[in-house]
C-alpha cells in the first residue's frame, strides 16, 4: 500500500514535464521545489528524527553550493562529482562546528547555530577572492549529456535538469528513509524522546549528535551543489540567514520526523506564494500566520494533522 | 572477586550530605534490596553507580576494575542496566519498538553500518517477553498510551532485554498496583538467575522487597546502617528505629 503510493508518487513527479508540455515556468517553479527538498531533508534528520533546531543550516548548503560551484566553473569538474564533493565539505564543516556545539543544550544549541549560520553567510559575502563577494559565482556550466550504452540524455536542457533535480532528491529521500529505519536511526529518536534514557540504555550521545549533524549538513550541502546548480549562480542570498529561517519553515510546515515531511513542506513552500501572488502585499502576513496556527494546532506539521484526522475517522 | 564493591561514597549537595561513606560488597548475582527513608542517599548512591552523577570521593569496583567515573553509555555497554523512579519509556514507540531498541547493539558504528545492511532483530524474543507480563496484547501499542503501571513493566522488560549483568530497580512498585505488582515480582524472580543477573531493588513496599530479596541493605543519612537478611533486618532495633517504625 505506501510501496504503490511511494511509487504513484515518483512515477507522477518523473512523468510532471511530459503531461505538461510547453509550460517552462511550471518546470522552473517543480525544479526550485525539488532543489528545496533536499536541504529540508537533511534539517528533517536533525530536526525531526533528533530533536536538534539549527538555524544556520543553509549555511551548510552555502558550503556545498560554493564547493561544487568552484569545482564545476574552476576546475571543469562534472556535476554529479562536484554535488558529492560539495557535500562532503559540507558534512566536514558540520562534523567540525558541531564538535564545540554539541556540548551545548537545548536553546544554548540553537543559539550558536544562528551565529554559525550568519558566520558562514558572512564569510560568502566577504571573501571576495574565493566566493564572488555580493555578486557570487555567476556561469556555472550546465550538466554534460549522460551516455547510457548509445543513449545519450541531454541534462542541459530545462526537463533534463529537472530530471536530474529528481533523481538527486530521491537518493536523499532513500537515504533518509534508510538512515530512519536503521538502529542509528533508532538510536536518534530515543535522543528525542529522553535523552537520559537512551544514555542508560548505551547510546554515547554526544557522538550521535556529531553524526547526525555532520550526516545532515552533508545532505544540506548535496542541495546547495544542487540548487547551485541549477540557478547557474552560487549567490550569498540563497545561503543566508532568512533562507535558513525559511528552510525550518518548510520542515515544519511538512511535518518534522515524517519521511514525507520536507517534500510536502517544500511543495507547501513554493507553491503558496505563488497562489498568493495576486495579493503580494498580504504575502508574507499570509505566511506567518499559516505558521502560528501550524504552531498552535498541529505542531507536527500538515503530515502530522493529516494522520491525526485519519485515526479520529478510523476510530469513529 | 567480589562483582561489585562499591567503598566510601561520599556526596555533598551544596550544604546537604546526600552520602557519607556508603560502602557495600556483592560476591555475585542475585537479588539485593536497598531500603531507608527519604532523602537516606539510595538514589544518589544509584545515579553514581550508573554514572549519571561522580561522586565526591568513594570507589566503585565491577569485577575488581575501577569503574566510578565513567559516562552512562559505557557503564551500559560493560552490562548496567537502570530503571528510573519517574519510569522512562520511549512514549511515542511501541511497546515491542522500546524492547527492541534496548535489545540493539548502541555503537555508533554498529548503527551506521545498519544503514546500509539493517541488522535481524529479535522480534519473538521481544513478544516472548512481553508475553511472560501478560503485555502481548499491547505490543503494537505506543508505550505512552499505557497507563503508568504498565510502562514501568514495559521499563523493566526492556532492561532485561540488554541482557544486563547488574539490573538498578529504582522503586519499581510505586504507582503498580497489586495485580501488575504480582506479575512484576514473578518476572524478576524468574529473570534474576536465568541471567546470572545481579539485581539491586530500591524500594519503600516492604512486602514487595523482603518477599523478592535475599539480601537487604539499609540505608540512613548516607551511610549503611544495617546489612543482612530480610529475617535479620526485620528484627534490627536500629532499623525499626529509623525506618520501619
Known amino acids: 500500500m505506501k510501496a504503490a503510493a511511494t511509487l504513484l508518487a515518483v512515477a507522477t513527479a518523473a512523468l510532471l514535464p511530459v503531461a505538461f508540455p510547453g509550460q517552462p515556468y511550471m518546470l522552473q517553479l517543480a525544479t526550485l521545489t525539488l532543489c528545496g527538498i533536499v536541504p529540508a531533508i537533511g534539517l528533517n534528520l536533525l530536526f525531526g528524527y533528533t530533536g536538534l533546531v539549527s538555524l544556520g543550516h543553509m549555511g551548510f548548503a552555502g558550503v556545498g553550493g560554493y564547493a561544487a560551484a568552484l569545482l564545476m566553473k574552476q576546475a571543469g569538474w562534472p556535476f554529479l562529482p562536484a554535488l558529492g564533493s560539495g557535500a562532503l565539505l559540507a558534512g566536514a564543516v558540520g562534523l567540525l562546528v558541531g564538535i564545540p556545539c554539541l556540548r551545548l543544550r537545548s536553546h544554548f544549541f540553537i543559539i550558536v547555530t544562528l551565529a554559525v549560520g550568519l558566520i558562514l553567510s558572512t564569510l560568502f559575502t566577504n571573501l571576495d577572492w574565493l566566493t564572488g563577494g555580493a555578486e557570487g559565482l555567476p556561469g556555472i556550466p550546465r550538466p554534460r549529456p549522460l551516455a547510457i550504452g548509445g543513449v545519450r540524455i541531454v541534462l542541459a536542457t530545462p526537463i533534463g535538469f529537472y530530471w536530474v533535480a529528481l533523481a538527486v532528491t530521491l537518493g536523499a529521500l532513500l537515504l533518509q528513509w534508510a538512515v530512519v529505519r536503521s538502529p542509528f536511526g533508532s538510536a536518534l529518536a530515543a535522543i528525542r524522546q529522553d535523552e537520559t534514557m537512551a544514555a542508560a540504555r548505551g547510546v554515547d550521545v554526544f557522538a550521535h549528535k556529531l553524526a547526525v549533524f555532520a550526516l545532515s549538513a552533508g545532505i544540506a550541502g548535496a542541495g546547495g551543489a544542487l540548487q547551485a546548480s541549477f540557478l547557474r549562480v552560487a549567490a550569498p542570498a540563497s545561503f543566508d540567514l532568512a533562507a535558513s529561517i525559511n528552510l525550518v519553515a518548510v520542515v515544519i510546515i511538512g511535518g518534522p520526523g515524517y519521511l514525507a515531511g520536507p517534500v510536502l513542506g517544500s511543495i507547501v513552500f513554493v507553491a503558496l506564494p505563488e497562489a498568493l501572488r495576486a495579493a503580494a502585499q498580504a504575502r508574507l502576513f499570509v505566511f506567518g500566520a499559516v505558521l502560528v496556527l501550524l504552531a498552535l494546532f498541529a505542531p507536527r506539521g500538515l503530515l502530522g494533522l493529516g494522520t491525526r484526522l485519519l485515526r479520529r475517522h478510523a476510530a469513529s | ?245
Open chain 2, 1 to 245: 572477586m567480589p562483582l561489585l564493591e562499591v567503598a566510601a561514597l561520599r556526596k555533598r549537595f551544596g550544604g546537604v550530605v546526600a552520602l557519607d561513606g556508603a560502602g557495600f560488597t556483592i560476591d555475585g548475582p542475585g537479588i539485593v534490596g536497598l531500603i531507608g527513608p527519604n532523602g537516606a542517599g539510595k538514589t544518589t548512591l544509584f545515579d553514581i553507580v550508573c554514572g549519571r552523577q561522580s561522586a565526591d570521593s568513594g570507589t566503585i569496583r565491577f569485577e575488581n576494575r575501577r569503574i566510578d567515573g565513567l559516562p552512562p553509555h559505557r557503564l551500559a555497554r560493560l552490562g548496567f542496566a537502570r530503571s528510573f523512579q519517574e519510569c522512562r519509556t520511549l512514549n511515542e514507540e511501541t511497546c515491542l519498538d522500546n524492547l527492541l531498541f534496548a535489545a540493539q547493539d548502541k555503537r555508533l558504528g554498529h548503527g551506521l553500518r545498519g544503514i546500509v545492511a539493517p541488522p535481524a532483530q529479535p522480534r519473538d524474543a521481544a513478544r516472548a517477553l512481553l508475553a511472560t507480563a501478560g503485555l502481548e496484547r499491547f505490543a503494537n501499542t505506543p508505550a505512552g498510551d499505557l497507563s503508568f503501571g504498565q510502562r514501568r513493566l514495559v521499563e523493566i522488560l526492556s532492561t532485561l532485554m540488554a541482557a544486563p549483568r547488574v539490573l538498578l530497580l529504582d522503586e519499581p512498585a510505586s504507582g503498580v498496583n497489586p495485580t501488575l505488582l504480582a506479575t512484576l515480582a514473578a518476572v524478576l524472580r524468574e529473570a534474576a538467575p536465568r541471567l546470572g543477573l545481579l539485581l539491586l531493588v530500591i524500594e519503600h513496599n516492604m512486602a514487595f522487597v523482603m518477599g523478592l530479596a535475599a539480601r537487604i541493605v539499609v540505608m540512613h543519612q548516607g551511610a549503611i546502617l544495617a546489612d543482612g537478611t530480610p529475617a535479620d533486618i526485620r528484627a534490627d532495633r536500629r532499623v525499626i528505629d529509623a525506618y520501619l517504625g
